[in-house]
């Protein structure tokens, strides 16, 4: 094997065969491919692309660089994927219901990416939740309250965590097939039984067009069900945030609301949108909206409440979370609203910039090393098409300092337009089960 050679067949547009991807797969991981040729390999695929059966092929090669999980559970192992938007805690909802449904949900997920928040970082907010548990734990975990989400480790998928910086620096992110063989490789490294992917379209989203989110989804969909583990789709909309918080503790806090029952809206309505696909595709409930339903139902009873709570306990979180989560979790010292400049109607938000200004209040990352404060954000942010008059509430900044919370609520009037009419409102759920 020689990666000069299969570097060669991708830019002449030939897919090289599946064991030189196989090869060239554990040579990232082991450093035989050295950073010149990974930076080739990728603007080679950016550039030219691979066929389908190229696209699975290097897909299982990235899952097989490193360990993979297998489950023999008395139910089905699932799990989601969203490719990230503002304000979607939905895991922290998802996970819990659908173990309450009778499924288990082996959840590995990751830390915030650019403007859009992450899963692990949110359930840091939790005081003492640990999502590094070993391999063991992590067993045991999901056996006896039927659901754990953690941290990946780093036996699992290497190549792809090789990659990925390589990608980062080459301009080479958008690829399709390589976003595809970065979210499936995990996700079929994790040895699920069902998977369904949450692919978001919109200004908070890194897909702002249908048609750019119908590609990825056909790609992602194709190649994880060709790879064995099978999948669907939902198309969401992210052109504004969607639960009304952005930001750690203030996110736990709007899931908790939903899980107890108090709350509904947008977060609610696709957790179950996408707990009852999973549901229906893994044999659980007749249909989708059967699985809706017994999604709608564990929430209202309490019992998705309380894995949520036997899952935090597990990790090291507080054992009375769910029944006393105000007190555990932390507030920011400087809370005060952004008012609406003038009469009218909330017609766009842009959500990404939103995204970077809790990046800016220290709710995210500039770089990987950052200690994050979990305390600040946004709460009680205005939706699309909301009337407002001038002085009217559009969200409340929660911050640290004074002087960062001006730059946020700078941030804010320039993020979120005030018009004469009511916009065009879309739907939250664009297309299903792709």
Known sequence: MDARAIIAQLRKGEDPSREELAWFARGLADGTVSDAQAGAFAMGVCVRGLSEDGRVAFTLAMRDSGDTMSWDLPGPALDKHSTGGVGDCVSLVLAPALAACGAYVPMVSGRGLGHTGGTLDKLEAIPGYQTGLGEDQFDTVVREVGASIVSATAELAPADKRL?????????????????????????????????????????????????AEALADSLVSTANLAGCPTSAVISDMSQPLAPSLGNALEVAECMEVLCGAKGGPLAELSVSLGGVLLANAGLASDVEAGVAKMVDVLANGQAAERFGKMVAAHGGPIRFVEEWQRFLPEASVIRE???????????????????????????RMVESDVLDMAVGFSEVARLGAQVKAG?????????????ADAAATAVLEAMDIGDQMPDMPPLIHERSR
């Open 338 to 364: 952004v008012k609406a400049p003038r009469d009218g109607f909330v017609a766009a938000i842009d959500g990404e910039a939103l995204g970077l200004a809790v990046v800016g209040l220290g709710g995210g």
């Open 164 to 212: 990925y910086a390589v990608r980062d620096v080459t301009g080479t992110v958008e690829s399709l097939e390589l976003i595809t063989a970065s979210i499936l490789s995990k996700k079929l490294a994790a040895g699920l039984h069902g998977l369904v992917l949450d692919v978001k379209v919109g200004s908070g989203a890194f897909m702002k067009t249908l048609k750019d």
């Open 392 to 404: 009217d509430p559009l969200l409340r900044v929660h911050a640290s300092r004074e002087d960062k």
